[in-house]
């Protein structure tokens, strides 16, 4: 795969998740299989505490896929590009009074999203396939074990998403990932 990306491997990962999420029921290799590694190792967390142990998946998960978009994706040329976004920002904001002008810097800047969008996808080509079994396998154990609520009142999916997003904030400062 070349340094710019491409989104021949992320279509393919998105037609694999796709395909998995679908047939999850149907072709029980796939479900075995991941109960099979989920089970005794992130479904122990669970069964000891379900709250501190989704905490800590969720922190896993976060670590490993910054570790991931960190190394998998051209942080020099991200970062240069969102230098650059800034910029033009900066740019807009001083003839937000001139809409000419101001179409003209949206219109560059909006040049800079599929080049983002490319660098960026790499490391979903990565992380796609693997993220769709964890939710599979989540949706079955929380389903086995009557949806429970977290903090009373999120759902596993919430939980996960909120968290997340806390999580991998603090990482990819850590990590200085873009």
């Known amino acids: 795969m070349n340094k710019e990306g491409s989104f021949k491997p992320v279509a393919i990962v998105l ?5 998995i999420a679908l047939f999850w029921n149907s072709i029980s290799f ?3 299989a991941v109960h099979g590694v989920l089970d005794p190792s992130a479904g122990a967390l669970l069964r000891m505490n379900v709250t501190w142990g989704m905490l800590i998946i969720v ?3 976060a670590i490993i896929t ?9 942080q020099k040329t991200l970062k240069e590009l969102k230098k650059e976004q ?5 740019e807009m904001k ?3 009074d001139n809409p000419a002008k101001v179409m003209e810097l949206q219109k560059k800047s909006f040049e800079f999203i599929p080049k983002t969008m490319k660098l960026s996808m790499r490391a979903m080509a990565y992380t796609g396939i693997p993220l769709i079994l964890f939710f599979r396998w989540f949706m079955d ?4 074990m009557d949806s429970p609520k977290f903090f ?3 759902s596993w999916f919430w939980f996960y998403l909120i968290f997340t997003m806390i999580f991998s904030s603090i990482i990819r400062k850590i990590f200085k990932v873009v």
């Open 30 to 32: 796939i479900r075995n």
């Open 141 to 144: 154990v929380f389903n086995a």
């Open 94 to 96: 001083k003839y937000r």
């Open 59 to 61: 922190l896993i998960i």
């Open 86 to 90: 800034k910029l033009l920002q900066e």
């Open 152 to 154: 009373g009142f999120l």
């Open 66 to 74: 910054t570790i991931i978009q960190k190394y998998a994706t051209d």
């Open 15 to 19: 037609v694999a998740s796709m395909l």
